[in-house]
């Protein structure tokens, strides 16, 4: 009988453990979309073609298929903040580097594109 009831706690435990990890991850994907479409912090727009995005610029590479072109985070995350460290003559602006972005918002906006 004990057994049981442990069984029972350990699943409705994951249950609720999970829900709430999928909640988080919409909830990150949703603030790192603000983000990137916010003409006051990322402006991907202004240089990027992107998922729902309108007026966006064409300077840049379209934001498609990151996952594909960038499967290591890492790397995306260090060219959103520094784009100079590999590429002297960026464009791009140092969003980490500046201070234009938080690292938390950065991870948001890592999170977002990774679903497009």
Same mark, same amino acid.
């Given at each position: @009988?004990?057994?049981?009831?442990?069984?029972?706690?350990?699943? &409705?435990?994951?249950?609720?453990? &999970?829900?709430?990890?999928?909640?988080?991850?919409?909830?990150?994907?949703?603030?790192?979309?603000?983000?990137?479409?916010?003409?006051?912090?990322?402006?991907?727009?202004?240089?990027?073609? @992107?998922?729902?995005?309108?007026?966006?610029?064409?300077?840049?590479?379209?934001?498609?298929?990151?996952?594909?072109?960038?499967?290591?985070?890492?790397?995306?995350?260090?060219?959103?903040?520094?784009?100079?460290?590999?590429?002297?003559?960026? @464009? @791009?602006?140092?969003?980490?580097?500046?201070?234009?972005?938080?690292?938390?918002?950065?991870?948001?906006?890592?999170?977002?594109?990774?679903?497009?």
């Amino acid at each position: @009988m004990m057994f049981k009831q442990l069984a029972l706690f350990k699943t &409705l435990f994951l249950l609720i453990l &999970l829900s709430f990890l999928s909640n988080t991850a919409i909830a990150d994907v949703e603030n790192g979309k603000k983000v990137a479409f916010d003409r006051t912090k990322g402006n991907c727009l202004a240089c990027h073609v @992107m998922d729902d995005g309108e007026m966006a610029g064409n300077i840049a590479p379209p934001l498609i298929v990151m996952k594909a072109r960038f499967p290591d985070r890492a790397a995306l995350k260090a060219q959103i903040w520094d784009a100079t460290v590999k590429n002297s003559i960026s @464009m @791009m602006p140092p969003f980490g580097k500046h201070h234009i972005l938080t690292d938390g918002e950065i991870e948001d906006l890592l999170d977002y594109l990774y679903t497009l």
